[in-house]
């Protein structure tokens, strides 16, 4: 609970809100790392798409609510969490910041919301886990197509104590992303994204057996088993056999595959359509999301990802029946001044919502409906 007016943490002397970051990192990073990480896939109708639809509802607010104190934590797979947002699973950080996920995961901890750590991050799921103390630690898993590597991912992941599996289902192989493509960048090239592979030890016997291996041959290694595009609900509902970590399912857009996941017993789905980055011209998560939400009925732990800038929008996911968004770019864009770069984005979010909580009327986040949203078109 946080009083409104009390002085918080914003810092005036730094950008204002990730859009503003955004411009700066367009100017202090590599022009291909910037490209990397703004970018979408194809055209670019999906990313576009993704905030547009934000646009296309206004809010409708009561009056005369006392409004003297916001709640804006919610609980998440049992868990309490101080807002109701995520940090994304973003590979490959370290092309922002040298500190990478490290850095975020701190954040995320000084915040008190989960950090989704990507398989492709630069640091190990082990020392992930040792930067989040107070705050959920989720294990985002692209599926490997070597299933020993894969239950080897799975393992440490157990072993060293997450939270929750994030398994991304929208990436059997990568979106064509013609920015990189035109810049011949992948961010593998510069050394990031690799940490979890070269720490582990099914990867390392079966695939660097002298421990010999360039650095190039083990990029080569990774790219190889990477993606898996022929995983089917058939492996999901044998990993549902056999891990009792919570499973939750990142990259459904369609309703009927989110009820048949719900069937097959994982706690939870994200709708997404990857930030933009994978199918172009997939529908905008949140248009589907009511339609997804009305499939999988009221308590089912329902997530939207994909151009959530600011309070509002969060407020508008909440309504349309998301119990959390997760946001990607934003904080991305605040690494570029590591760890205080992120919490200041999350800071200046967690403001934006509490502010616009109470000119909505609203003193909890779960008494958000479709009655406080209004379809601008
Ligand atoms: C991503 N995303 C992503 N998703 C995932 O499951 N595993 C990953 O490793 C990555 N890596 C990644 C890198 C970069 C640079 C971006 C921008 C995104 C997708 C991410 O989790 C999320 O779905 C989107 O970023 C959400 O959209 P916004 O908030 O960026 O608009």
Known sequence: MQQINEVNDIDLSVPINSETYRELAREKI????????????????????NIKQYHRYSLVPRVLRDVTAVDQSITLLGREIRAPYLLAPVGFQTIVHDDGERASAQASNHAGIPFVQSTVSSYTIEEIRAALPDAPHYFQLYWPSDVEVCDSLIKRAEA???DALVITVDTPLLGRREVDLAHAYFPMETGAGMANFLSDPVFQAKYNPTGTL???ALKQAIQKILFHPGLTFQALKKLRDETALPIII?????????????????????VSNHGGRQLDSAVAPLDVLADVRAAVGPSFPLLVDGGVRRGSDIIKALALGA?????????IYGLIDGERGVRQVLSQLSSDLQTNLALLGVTDVSQLDQSYIKNAE
Request: aromatic share 8%; proline share 2%.
């Open 30 to 49: 590599d022009k291909k790392a910037f490209g990397y990480i703004d970018s979408g896939s194809g055209s670019e109708w999906s990313l576009v798409e």
């Open 160 to 162: 060293s104590g997450v």
């Open 214 to 216: 360039t650095e190039s």
């Open 250 to 270: 990142k990259g459904v857009l369609n309703k009927d595959d989110a009820k048949e996941l719900q069937a097959l017993g994982v706690d939870g789905i994200i």
């Open 323 to 331: 119990d959390a968004v997760l946001i990607g770019r934003p904080y």
